[in-house]
């Protein structure tokens, strides 16, 4: 009996996590309520807190797994690229820069759709640190994108080229509806990529 119940335990986290991680992403941390939360895991309200201590302590999970499902897309176009520099930098931006990811935030990149929450959020809060843990690791994978010898060329080229990403995720999503959103767009891929050969 004890077993059954940590098993279905750890199923009804699992649902918080996963919708969680969703709807943070999509509502923005403070665009959601705990009984919201719950419901979209299909949960009552008051089992939130036999799983999480507060909500601050669900948004870093929520936020760590968004990260953890980006890097995990991040890496399967990796390793498609077969080492190639700029075969890897396609394979990252093509599907990045698109209005279908613009258009749904709660199951695209973490770093784009929880920037401006997290920002907000006071220095102390769990999901500041699971929010610079996830950057981070987009980070080195994007730093594989860059061809050359020099570490700290790496990085720093990879820096700039997640500013430009998430930038224009971001801003491209504030003014979808006008054909700005799709020049963002357009213009970051080409600075990344080159001209389309189309």
């Known amino acids: 009996m004890a077993r059954a119940s940590r098993e279905q335990a750890d199923k009804n986290r699992e649902a918080i996590e996963q919708a969680s991680s969703r709807l943070f992403r999509e509502r923005g941390l403070n665009g959601v309520s705990v009984a919201e939360l719950m419901?979209?895991?299909?949960?009552?309200?008051?089992?939130?807190?036999?799983?999480?201590a507060s909500k601050d302590a669900l948004a870093?999970?929520?936020?760590?797994?968004?990260?953890?499902?980006?890097?995990?897309?991040?890496?399967?176009?990796i390793e498609r690229a077969a080492g190639d520099p700029q075969v890897v930098l396609t394979n990252l931006i093509e599907p990045y820069l698109t209005q279908a990811h613009c258009a749904d935030p709660g199951h695209g990149c973490a770093a784009a759709a929880l920037a401006s929450d997290v920002a907000r959020?006071?220095?102390?809060?769990?999901?500041?640190?699971?929010?610079?843990?996830?950057?981070?690791?987009?980070?080195?994978?994007?730093?594989?994108?860059?061809?050359?010898?020099?570490?700290?060329?790496?990085?720093?080229?990879?820096l700039i080229r997640m500013a430009m990403l998430v930038g224009a995720v971001t801003l491209a999503r504030a003014v979808?509806?006008?054909?700005?959103?799709?020049?963002?767009?357009?213009?970051?891929?080409?600075?990344?990529?080159?001209?389309?050969?189309?």
């Open 176 to 198: 979808q509806g006008d054909t700005l959103s799709d020049n963002i767009l357009d213009a970051v891929r080409e600075r990344l990529l080159g001209p389309s050969s189309d």
């Open 121 to 158: 959020e006071p220095a102390d809060k769990p999901v500041r640190r699971a929010y610079l843990e996830g950057f981070r690791s987009l980070v080195q994978d994007m730093e594989s994108t860059v061809a050359s010898d020099s570490a700290q060329t790496r990085h720093k080229e990879a």
């Open 39 to 52: 419901a979209g895991a299909g949960l009552t309200h008051g089992g939130f807190y036999g799983h999480f």
């Open 60 to 77: 870093a999970q929520a936020c760590k797994r968004a990260f953890e499902e980006s890097a995990a897309r991040w890496e399967r176009r």
